[in-house]
C-alpha cells in the first residue's frame, strides 16, 4: 500500500462535531473482514485528531494520545502496525475509537483553536496490506456507533458513561447490524509522514499521601505535581454522576482552587474535570484522549462506603525517552532542584515540549528555546526536537516570521513571539547537533533559518537595534509576567546578536558560506549598534541590570580588554541587590553560567541556594514539587502572593537549566564544546560541594564522574572520547578508569 494512498481513505461517523456545551460522542468505528491465509500483514493508519486501535479486542495503540499533535492543515501524522501476531484465520476486526485531540481543540478557545479552518467532526483513515497486496482500507462499509465517551478534549477533560458499554464491540462475533454506515471525510491538507516519535506511555503509578473531606467532596493528595491521569475503581449506583477535578494547590481553607489553571478567557468550570456515570456494576475509569496537570484530585458524588471502597491512582504520563544524564551531590538542596527540574521536565513533553501541562499545553517556542540544553542532558529527547521543527518549519510564514506557539492557526504571530521566542529555530538544531552529532538538523533547518535572519533585519529599528516580542519574561519580584527592568531593545538585541552566531555556525559546518556571511554581517551590525547606544564608558549595560549585562557578556559584547571589568561590573549588581538574583526566565539563563565561567561559581550556587526569596530554595521552602513560572513573594505559610498577584502555573520548565548548571559546573561534563565529537571534563572548585557524581551516557558511550573532595575519578563507558581540561588537573587529583 502506498502511504499516499491514505489520503483518499478518511471517514467520519458523522459531519457534526462536539463542542463546549454541546457534547457529541467519540465513535466507535468498526471494520470486519475475512482471511484465510497470511504471513505478514502492515496496517497504515492516521486518525485525528486522536486515535485508540484494536485488533481482535486487544489494544495495540503504540501511545497515548496517537498519533500526534499537529497542525492538519501543515502535517499529517500516521502509524505502522505489524497485525500478524493478532490475526485469526476467518472472522477478524479492526477497531478505531477517535478522540478530539487537535483536529476539534474545544479547550483551545484562548489561542484560536476554536476558529480553524481544519475544525471537524474526528476522521481516520486506515490501509490493511497482506503479503505485500492491498487487502482493504476504510470506507463507507465501516459500521459506526456512538462509544461510551459522551466528551473528551486534551485540556478539558474526558466524560464517561459506563451505561454505554457494547462489550465485546471490537472483537470477532459482535452483532453490529444495528450501526449505522460511516461517511466520507474531506482529506486534511498536511503532508502525510510516518510518526517516528518517542511514544508516551504511562512512566509511573503514585497512590494518594492523604485523603480527606473538603466542601461537599473528597480531596485526594499524590504528593507531586505532575502530568497524568487518574485510573479510579469504584461501584456506584446506576446513573449515579462521579466528577473528579484536578488542581495543583489549594485554597487557604484547603478547598479545590482552580483559578490558577485557567485562562481568563475560558470558562472555569469546564477545566481540568472528568466526569463518570455509573452503571450500578463495578467499574474502572481511565480516559484516553486527555491528561491533566495536578497534584489534587476532588471527587463529588461517592460517599460513605463508596468512597471507602474506591481505588485512585495518579497515573503519570509523559514521552518515554531514555535517560541519558544522572546526578546527586552532597546538597541536598541541590539535589531536591534537580527532582523538581526533571519532574517539570518530564511533565511537560508529551510528543511536544510544552509551557504548562494543566492551564495551556502549547508548544511556546521560547520555553524549550531555554530548556532544551538541561532536557538533553537529562533525556534522549533529540528524534521529538527534531520532528517538532518539521511543524515549526510548517508554521514559519513566507517573509521568515515565526508564531510563538506550535502548532497554532495564527495566534502567536503579533504577541507572544519576537527574539528570545524565535530563538529555537537555531537554538535547538544548534544543540541537538552538539549533543548528537547529528548533522541533518542543520541542513534541514537551514533555510529556515535564513528567512528568519532576514526577517530579522526588516525589524531593525532607528537604533539599528530590535525591540519586538516578549521580554525578560516572569522577573522575578514583579507584579506581572512581562514587567521587567531590562528594557526590550536590549534584550531583543543581544539575543538577536546570539541568534545570529550560532545561525553563522550552522551555515558554517554545512558549507553555506553565503549565508554564514549574512549571519556574521548582521551579528557584527547589532553588536555595534548595541555598544554605541547602551554600552556606558565604565562599561555597563544602559538599564543596569543583572540581565542585561550578564547577556551582554554571554554575547561577547566586551572585548578582550574590557571582560574583567565588565565581570565585575555584574558582581556588583548582584551584590547590590542583596546578592540575589532580580532576573527573568531569559536572564536567568545566562547569569548562572556567566558567574562560573568567570570565576565565581561560589555566588552562583549561592544564588540558587541560599534560603529566603528570591531563590530556587525559596520554592522547596515552600512546598514545591516542580518547578514554578515565577519568583513571587508569598504570604507566611502560604501559597498566595504578598503583592496579591494571580498564582501563576506550578509547573513551568523554562527556569530548570539549573539542571544544565549542575551538569556541567558541578560534575564538569561539558558536551563537545568544541563540536570535534569530544567531552570536556572541567568542573569548577565549589566551597559547600563535598561531594558529587553522576553520568552523562547517551547510546552506550559517555563518562561517569565521581568528585570527592580534591579527589575526581572519571569512568569511561563504551566508546567515548574525552578530554580533562587544564584548570580541571590543577584543582583535583584526577583518577582515569
Not at 496496517?43 to 486487544?58: A, P, R, S, T
Not at 483551545?108 to 481516520?124: H, L
Request: glycine share 8%; proline share 4%; aromatic share 12%.
Amino acid at each position: 500500500m502506498n502511504e499516499r494512498n491514505l489520503k483518499n481513505f478518511f471517514i467520519s461517523a458523522t459531519e457534526n462535531f462536539c463542542k463546549l456545551y454541546e457534547h457529541l460522542n467519540a465513535p466507535y468505528i468498526r471494520k470486519s473482514f475475512d482471511i484465510t491465509d497470511f504471513s505478514s500483514a502492515t496496517l497504515q493508519i492516521c486518525g485525528l485528531g486522536f486515535y485508540e486501535l484494536f485488533i481482535n479486542g486487544v489494544k495495540i495503540t503504540r501511545t497515548k494520545f496517537a498519533p500526534y499533535i499537529s497542525n492538519p492543515d501543515h502535517i499529517i501524522y500516521y502509524d505502522e502496525y505489524e497485525l500478524a501476531p493478532f490475526l485469526r484465520k476467518g472472522e477478524n476486526v479492526i477497531g478505531v475509537i477517535l478522540g478530539n485531540g487537535f483536529l476539534n481543540n474545544i479547550g483551545g478557545v484562548p489561542w484560536g483553536f476554536d476558529k480553524a479552518p481544519f475544525r471537524s467532526a474526528p476522521k481516520v483513515a486506515f490501509a490493511l496490506s497482506v503479503d505485500g497486496k492491498e487487502f482493504l482500507h476504510s470506507d463507507e462499509t465501516c459500521r459506526v456507533a456512538p462509544s461510551p465517551i459522551i466528551f473528551d478534549d486534551m485540556r478539558c477533560g474526558e466524560y464517561y458513561d459506563f451505561r454505554l458499554e457494547q462489550k465485546g464491540w471490537n472483537n470477532y462475533g459482535f452483532n453490529d447490524s444495528a450501526w449505522g454506515y460511516a461517511i466520507k471525510a474531506a482529506a486534511p491538507k498536511g503532508e502525510l509522514q510516518l510518526c517516528k516519535i518517542k511514544p508516551v506511555k504511562v512512566i509511573k503509578e503514585i497512590q494518594p499521601v492523604a485523603c480527606f473531606r473538603s466542601d461537599g467532596g473528597y480531596m485526594f493528595d499524590f504528593g507531586v505535581n505532575t502530568a497524568g491521569i487518574c485510573r479510579v475503581e469504584f461501584k456506584g449506583l446506576n446513573g449515579q454522576p462521579i466528577v473528579i477535578r484536578f488542581c495543583e494547590t489549594l485554597a487557604e481553607n484547603f478547598a479545590f482552587y482552580n483559578r490558577n489553571v485557567c485562562i481568563p478567557e475560558f470558562d472555569r468550570e469546564m477545566m481540568q474535570k472528568d466526569l463518570i456515570i455509573c452503571n450500578g456494576e463495578y467499574n474502572v475509569f481511565e480516559p484516553c484522549f486527555t491528561y491533566h496537570g495536578f497534584r489534587y484530585a476532588f471527587i463529588e458524588g461517592l460517599h460513605g462506603k463508596d468512597i471507602e471502597n474506591l481505588k485512585i491512582t495518579m497515573l503519570v504520563v509523559s514521552s518515554d525517552f531514555t535517560k541519558t544524564g544522572e546526578f546527586s551531590c552532597s546538597d541536598k538542596t541541590v539535589n531536591d532542584l534537580q527532582a523538581i527540574t526533571l519532574n517539570s521536565d518530564l511533565s511537560n513533553f508529551i510528543h511536544i515540549p510544552t509551557d504548562c501541562p494543566q492551564r495551556e499545553k502549547n508548544g511556546w517556542t521560547g520555553d524549550i528555546a531555554l530548556s532544551c540544553e538541561q532536557f538533553l542532558y537529562n533525556f534522549d529527547c533529540s528524534e521529538n526536537l527534531k520532528i517538532w521543527l518539521d511543524n515549526v518549519r510548517k508554521a514559519q510564514r513566507d517573509n521568515g516570521q515565526l508564531p510563538g506557539i506550535i502548532p497554532t492557526v495564527e495566534f502567536g504571530y503579533n504577541w507572544g513571539s519576537g527574539p528570545a521566542w524565535d530563538m529555537i529555530i537555531a537554538e535547538i538544531p544548534y544543540t541537538v547537533y552538539r549533543f548528537t552529532g547529528d548533522t541533518d538538523i542543520l541542513t534541514d533547518n537551514a533555510g529556515a533559518i535564513a528567512k528568519y535572519l532576514r526577517y530579522l533585519k526588516s525589524k531593525l529599528n532607528g537604533n539599528g537595534l530590535v525591540a519586538f516580542g516578549l521580554p525578560d519574561w516572569c522577573e522575578c519580584g514583579q507584579i506581572s509576567e512581562d514587567a521587567c527592568s531590562t528594557p526590550l531593545e536590549i534584550s531583543d538585541s543581544l539575543i538577536a546578536i546570539e541568534i545570529c552566531n550560532k545561525s553563522a555556525f550552522i551555515f558554517d559546518r554545512i558549507g553555506d558560506d553565503e549565508n554564514k556571511a549574512y549571519a556574521l554581517e548582521l551579528s557584527a551590525l547589532l553588536k555595534n549598534n548595541f555598544r554605541k547606544t547602551h554600552l556606558s564608558k565604565d562599561l555597563f549595560v544602559s538599564c543596569k541590570t543583572q540581565m542585561a549585562q550578564a547577556k551582554a557578556i554571554s554575547v561577547n559584547i566586551f572585548g578582550e580588554e574590557e571582560i574583567n571589568k565588565a565581570v565585575k561590573n555584574l558582581v556588583q549588581l548582584v551584590e547590590q541587590g542583596g546578592n540575589r538574583f532580580r532576573v527573568g526566565v531569559l536572564g536567568a539563563r545566562v547569569l548562572f553560567r556567566v558567574l562560573a565561567d568567570y570565576g565565581y561559581s561560589d555566588l552562583a550556587l549561592e544564588l540558587i541556594t541560599k534560603d529566603g526569596f528570591p531563590s530556587y530554595k525559596y520554592w522547596l521552602e515552600n512546598g514545591a514539587t516542580s518547578l514554578w513560572e515565577g519568583f513571587n513573594e508569598l504570604k507566611p505559610n502560604s501559597i498566595f502572593r504578598k503583592d496579591g498577584g494571580r498564582i501563576l502555573s506550578l509547573n513551568h520548565h523554562f527556569w530548570g537549566d539549573i539542571s544544565a548548571w549542575f551538569y556541567r559546573y558541578i560534575l564538569g561534563i561539558n558536551v563537545n564544546p568544541r563540536f570535534d565529537g569530544v567531552l570536556e571534563i572541567d568542573p569548577v572548585a565549589l566551597q559547600n560541594i563535598n561531594h558529587a557524581e553522576g553520568s552523562y551516557i547517551r547510546n552506550g558511550n559517555g563518562i561517569k564522574i565521581i568528585r570527592s573532595g580534591r579527589d575526581l575519578t572519571i569512568k569511561s563507558v563504551g566508546k567515548v572520547k574525552y578530554r580533562v581540561s587544564e584548570q580541571c588537573k590543577k584543582r583535583f587529583r584526577i583518577t582515569e578508569e
